[in-house]
């Protein structure tokens, strides 16, 4: 668009009146100055990251493909293969040869992230060892399986000499021993909405923590806010943040803001005096369809709930929108920071580009640091990013002017390193914000 179309398309009335000259002089300046100016600081509209599928930013409701529910018996082998419970994802069985199987898995939608999620329970009549060949479609494989054999409460890893994985036909396989008592298989631990109402109940025993019904899913499932404020604290507290699980097979991002909640909810003096001025408004499962369903990566209507912090198309992040804008213009509450937790192929944070001024200021930096000093096997990588991407990170920051990190467990971390990366993390975080608080309103 030239500068000559851009005087045509003035309205007429301004050149008739004469003694406005001056002022059309004023006006036809600063409009090539901000058409100059535009057009060179002009965003690009952000379409997705490069690991995104196409229009993954436009969330409107999609048609995803149901997983059929059922228990299958192979009767010349006296084998059951099910995806008959929460959290399970199978999509279709075969019968190879004697005690050989192949499981396909299909994601909720095409196409998709690359986060094949698989989970299933295989028992036999008689004590007998079986094959079993994963097959990923629409991706690769991302998680190692996790076998449990008692329902889910201990798991282990598969061995190297029990699993082997072959990139090229997109295939794993797995070796099994197996009986009459169900052996769970599972991309990560299983944890589905029930668990989390479980620690729910457990930690709103808490004299300062209440849980609330903000929304509920497509499905009829509830989006639960979990709220810590301490009565006898002060007047004028800060508020931090804390979003989860927005992709359901991010597990152990998932364990870790549990854990970290419940250091935030301890009975250590740091915790305390971190109460005394400090409120926490946590969403830690924001995706209840898509944790039940196995699914990938969207909610029941093939949406990726993290894309959808500009449209607000979805009920789950619609819901959590609209309990934190009570926040807006609060006399006593300052929001100071946001948490979100997810899990990738590396421990990283990844704050808001130093450009942008937040309140605090790089909080996430500091802190990320001083994790990694304290616990250098973790590895934790930094890396800051802009805010043009519609994700809760970025709407925390737009919206109050606080800081924010978008907080990723590695998939594959040695699982002893969760409950240290939760306690520490959420310790030093505590240190932090309390200093950062007595700068701020002292
Ligand atoms: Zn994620």
Not at 27 to 53: H, M, N, Q, V
Not at 269 to 276: D, G, I, S, T, V
Not at 385 to 405: C, H, L, M, Q, R
Request: net charge negative; with cysteine; glycine share 6%.
């Amino acid at each position: 668009m030239g500068f000559e179309k851009i005087v045509n398309e003035l309205p007429q009335s301004i050149f008739i009146m004469g003694f406005y000259t001056v002022k059309v002089q004023q006006i036809l300046f600063f409009l090539t100055l901000t058409i100059f100016g535009c057009r060179s600081a002009a965003p690009e509209i952000f379409e997705g990251y490069d690991y995104d599928p196409e229009g993954v930013t436009e969330t409107y409701d999609r048609e995803i493909v149901q997983q059929h529910k059922r228990t299958i018996g192979f009767m010349e082998d006296r084998v059951w293969i099910s995806n008959e419970f929460d959290g399970a994802r199978v999509s279709d069985v075969y019968r190879l040869s004697k005690y050989s199987y192949r499981i396909e898995i299909h994601p909720e939608i095409e196409p998709i992230n690359n986060s094949p999620w698989y989970a299933f329970k295989i028992w036999s009549e008689e004590p007998v060892s079986v094959e079993i060949e994963l097959q990923y479609n629409s991706g690769q494989q991302r998680y190692i399986p996790k076998i449990s054999r008692d329902g889910g409460g201990i798991w282990e890893n598969t061995l190297d000499e029990e699993y082997t994985h072959r990139r090229s036909s997109r295939t794993g396989n797995l070796t099994l021993t197996i009986t009459d008592e169900p052996v769970l298989v599972s991309a990560q631990e299983m944890f589905t909405t029930a668990h989390f109402q479980t620690w729910l109940d457990d930690i709103t025993q808490k004299p300062f923590a209440t849980n609330s019904v903000i929304g509920y899913s497509h499905e009829n499932r509830q989006i639960q806010k979990l709220h810590f404020s301490e009565e006898t604290g002060t007047a004028h507290r800060g508020v931090v943040i804390l979003y989860g699980r927005q992709h359901p097979p991010e597990i152990p991002g998932y364990q870790v803001s549990l854990v970290f909640l419940e250091t935030l909810a301890g009975n250590s003096e740091l915790a305390k005096e971190f109460r005394n001025y400090f409120d926490v408004w946590a969403f830690p499962l924001m995706n209840p369809d898509g944790t039940d369903n196995g699914h990938w990566r969207t909610n029941a209507k093939g949406v990726d709930l993290n894309r959808d912090w500009k449209h607000f198309r979805q009920p789950e992040t619609y819901a959590v929108k609209n309990e934190l804008l009570k926040l807006k213009n609060q006399k006593n509450r300052t929001v100071l920071y946001g948490i979100d937790f997810h899990s990738t192929g590396r421990n990283i944070f990844y704050p808001i580009d130093s450009s942008h001024i937040t309140n605090p200021h790089q909080f996430s930096v500091r802190w990320a640091e001083a994790i990694r000093e304290e616990i250098p096997e973790l590895s934790l990588g930094i890396q800051p990013f802009d805010i043009d991407s519609p994700i809760a990170k970025n709407w925390t920051y737009k919206t109050f002017g606080a800081d924010a990190v978008t907080f990723e467990v590695w998939d594959e971390i040695p699982r002893e390193l969760i409950e240290p990366f939760g306690v520490r993390s959420a310790e030093i975080f505590m240190e932090k914000m309390l200093e950062e608080y007595h700068l701020l309103f002292k």
